[in-house]
C-alpha cells in the first residue's frame, strides 16, 4: 500500500509553473517532517524543499530559493510544492518522502523512510 501518492506533474515551457501534490495518511501529516526531492537523468537524488513536523520552518535548496514554495495541508492530508519561474535545469523526476528520526537534516534524503512514486517534471527552452 503506497503511503505517500504523488500527482500534478507535467510539461511547461521555461517561466512557467506547476504544482506538486502529495497525498499521505493523517499520521505522516501530523508527525512526521516532509520533503522534496528530485532526480535528474544521470545525476543523484537532490534535495529541494522540506518541511519540519511542526511545520513552522521550511528550507530550500539554493537552486530554487525565492522560486519554489513548500506547503501542507493538514485538513486535506497533502503536501504541496509550489514552483514557479521554472527552468530547463528544474527538468527531473520529483518525489516527496516523510522522516521522523530524531536529529535528521530535513534536506538530507537518508533520513527519509517514505517516498512517493514519483513524478516527472519537463521544462522546454
Known amino acids: 500500500e503506497d503511503q505517500l501518492v504523488e500527482s500534478g506533474g507535467g510539461s511547461v515551457q521555461a517561466g512557467g509553473s506547476l504544482r506538486l501534490s502529495c497525498a499521505a495518511p493523517?499520521?505522516?501529516?501530523?508527525?512526521?517532517?516532509m520533503g522534496w526531492f528530485r532526480e535528474a537523468p544521470g545525476k543523484g537524488r537532490e534535495a529541494v524543499a522540506s518541511i519540519n513536523t511542526a511545520r513552522t520552518r521550511t528550507f530550500y535548496s539554493d537552486s530554487v530559493k525565492g522560486r519554489f514554495t513548500i506547503s501542507v495541508d493538514s485538513a486535506k492530508n497533502t503536501m504541496y510544492l509550489e514552483m514557479n519561474g521554472l527552468k530547463p535545469e528544474d527538468t527531473a523526476m520529483y518525489y516527496c518522502a516523510a522522516g521522523s528520526r530524531s536529529g535528521a537534516s530535513l534536506l538530507a534524503s537518508r533520513f527519509y523512510d517514505y517516498w512517493g512514486q514519483g513524478n516527472q517534471v519537463t521544462v522546454s527552452a
Open positions: 493523517p499520521y505522516i501529516l501530523h508527525l512526521y517532517y
